[in-house]
Every structure is written in C-alpha cells, then in structure tokens.
C-alpha cells in the first residue's frame, strides 16, 4: 500500500530495549549504538503501522507500556528470540567445536562445584570461549532471561523464574564448622538448640540455602547470635579459625586436606537437603557443547531430557 512502511527488526529491538532501559529512549540508544531521535521516530512509525499505541505518554515522553503494548512486547521478545536461534544454528553448523559459552552461577558454584568441570570442559572443547558470571541467585536468573548468558547454576530459589526451564543437578546439605576440640564435636547428634548458643557465622540471605537455616530456627523459636554474614563460605572459614563463632556453609566448601584447622559436623538433619539446579531459557537454541557440559555437570542429565524439559514435560524430572 502506498505510504505504509514495512515493519522492521530494528523497530523490534527497539521496543524491547527501551523497556530494558526502563522507559529511557537515551539510553536505549546507547545500548543500541544510534541516536534517541532515531528509536523514538522507528517506534512511532511501527505504531502507526499496528494502529495501536505500544506506550502510554506524558509529553513527549514514554512512561510505560500500554496494554495492547504489552502483548506486543511478548511478541517482539519471541521473535527477537527466534532470530537468535537461527544465528545459533547458523554459527554451529559452521563451526561444531568453537564458539562462546557464558555461565551465570552463585560463588559457591564457581568456587567449589564448576572447577573440575570447567576443566574437562575445556579439554573437550578447547575452541570455546568461556566465561562466568557471579551474582546471587535473582541475579544469574537475570542473566540467563536477558540473554546476558547461556544457562545459570544455583540453589533451587532459581524454580518459577519466567522464561526459565530448571533442571537439578545434585543435592547437598549443610555442616557446621568449628575449630578442633569445639566442644560440639562431642555431642553425638547435634541440636539446633546446641547450635544457637554459639554466635554463628553464615550465609547472606541470598545464598546457599540460607533460606532453610532461618526457617528451621524459627520453627523452633529459636533466635540465633547472627555475628557476620557472608556470600564466600571461605570468608566463613577464616573467621571460624579466629575464633569468633561457628560456621554453617554447604557441605561442598569443606575439604579436610584443605581445611586442617577446622572441623565439619554435617547438620542435613537439622536443615534439610538442598538442591542445585541448572537453569536454561525457555525456547533457546543451544550448542551441542552446552548439552556437554550439563551433562559433565550432572550425570543424571542427558539432551534428551533436557530436550524433553524444553518441549515443556519440564515437570516429569527431579533428583
């Protein structure tokens, strides 16, 4: 039709990166690498053409979606996602064994699970670039939804993220850590009553299950001395050594080789199994390699669950 102007992919990155940069058209611009006046005159254009304001306005500028605006945006984000996928497929035919590969995980991960792993990884797949993303668990989930990486690892509180199919890996539980000749290494089975009379020394409330320590102490009402808090359970050792409390970290982060100078108590009684789960978007396209390093992670996983998960039966699996 004379006039009409045809719908673009730039007009659709456009819309989804100005809701990224929260409503902000300079800044959308700069993620973009082009000009504010530019996005806004696509984003009318590509209004016009739908018949339908995709922003509500004060002035000239956008204050949010509107509600036809935010179907538009899920569509945008599927097709933006499809385009992904055929440069993906693209990328791997062409090169099977190469590419990048980008894992958001919790320190815990990083530190004490991913090393021998990361390794065999890379003897297998020596092309591949690959790199990791720290963050607590809210924020891996993040970068796996924004695209910022292809799969993230942390502690189940990743469950029930929109856009992401999680899968367990392994389970673990916590222990106490005390300095040798603590006097709760003579107790044969440890109370949570024997272990708040110390001053505890533990996780930020963000990580490694730190959820489930608070609710077993105040399902028995029981107020613990929290004297410091920390994201790196190595941190947690330190302070232990000194003496200033007892520790709880994931069982993971003891090594008796390494940690001479303390002692583990294993408390999964008290605090319950925790566990690690994988975390993929939903409709992704992964790399071969990927499938290979999940399945390096965990065993008990293989493409064709993952596979199965992905198509939607994400429900029929756990540990």
Not at 117 to 140: D, E, I, T, W, Y
Not at 190 to 198: C, P, S
Not at 217 to 234: H, Q, S, T
């Amino acid at each position: 039709m004379k006039g009409k102007i045809a719908m673009n992919l730039h007009q659709l990155r456009f819309v989804r990166e100005a809701v990224r940069q929260n409503y902000n058209l300079t800044d959308a611009a700069k993620a973009l690498f082009t000009s504010q006046p530019g996005v806004s005159k696509a984003i009318i254009e590509l209004e016009e053409e739908l018949g339908i304001d995709i922003f509500s306005r004060h002035g000239k500028r956008i204050r949010g979606l509107t509600e036809p605006g935010r179907l538009v945006l899920a569509s945008v984000e599927l097709i933006m996602q499809e385009i992904d996928s055929l440069k993906r497929i693209g990328k791997e035919y062409a090169a099977q064994d190469s590419g990048s590969f980008t894992i958001a995980c919790t320190h815990t991960q990083a530190r004490y699970m991913l090393p021998k792993v990361v390794q065999a990884f890379m003897q297998k797949f020596p092309k591949v670039r690959l790199s990791l993303l720290q963050g607590n668990p809210h924020q891996v989930a993040e970068m796996v939804q924004r695209d910022q990486a292809d799969l993230a690892i942390a502690t189940e509180s990743i469950t029930g993220v929109d856009n992401l199919i999680t899968l367990p890996c392994y389970q673990w539980e916590h222990v106490v850590v005390v300095p040798p000749e603590h006097p709760l290494l003579k107790t044969k089975s440890v109370t949570l009553e024997e272990i708040a009379a110390f001053p505890l020394i533990t996780y930020d409330s963000a990580f490694a299950g730190r959820s489930k320590i608070d609710h077993a102490f105040e399902l028995r009402g029981l107020k613990p001395d929290i004297l410091l808090e920390a994201i790196d359970a190595d941190v947690i050792k330190t302070y232990v050594e000194l003496g200033m409390g007892i520790g709880i970290i994931a069982g993971m982060a003891f090594d008796p080789e390494r940690d001479k100078n303390l002692r583990a108590i294993s408390v999964g009684h008290l605090f319950g199994m925790n566990v690690s789960r994988v975390a993929v978007k939903q409709g992704a396209y992964l790399r071969s390699y990927i499938y290979t390093f999940i399945e390096l992670l965990t065993p008990t996983l293989n493409r064709k669950l993952i596979e199965q998960a992905m198509s939607g039966a994400k429900d029929n699996y756990e540990l």
